[in-house]
């Protein structure tokens, strides 16, 4: 079955820079899409970034434009999130999602378009 990993979440100063890391494994993703989503206490799930395995098409979120960049590892089969400029309204638990087959650009931010989810890794900013 499909398995998502997130790593890379901690504890980082206002400012400072962390890199999420969301390694799949147990299907065949080069017609997938790959969604980062965030979710903060008291707040709805928010839509960061996502990219497409087969091509390298990529969206990003209003929130973290400029500041977050989304890619494709290959070595080890992950995509991730290098997180710059980061302040403490970025602090949220962190998930990846994964879309198997086909999807459109316009439904990437949708939560509900996903199929598979991982646990989710906390990235807590400081002031």
């Known amino acids: 079955q499909v398995q998502l990993v997130e790593s890379g979440g901690g504890l980082v100063h206002a400012g400072g820079s962390l890199r999420l890391s969301c390694a799949a494994s147990?299907?065949?993703?080069?017609?997938?899409?790959v969604g980062w989503f965030r979710q903060a206490p008291e707040k709805e799930r928010e839509f960061v970034s996502a990219?497409?395995?087969?091509?390298?098409?990529?969206r990003v979120g209003d929130s973290v434009r400029g500041r977050f960049t989304i890619f494709r590892d290959d070595t080890r089969n992950a995509v991730d999130l290098q997180m710059n400029s980061l302040k403490p309204e970025d602090t949220a638990v962190y998930y990846c999602?994964?879309?198997?087959?086909?999807?459109?650009?316009?439904?990437?931010?949708?939560?509900?378009?996903?199929?598979?989810w991982g646990q989710g890794t906390q990235v807590t900013v400081s002031s």
């Open positions: 999602a994964v879309r198997t087959g086909r999807i459109i650009m316009e439904v990437w931010s949708h939560q509900t378009a996903y199929d598979y």
């Open positions: 990219l497409y395995w087969g091509g390298g098409s990529t």
């Open positions: 147990g299907g065949t993703f080069s017609n997938s899409v």
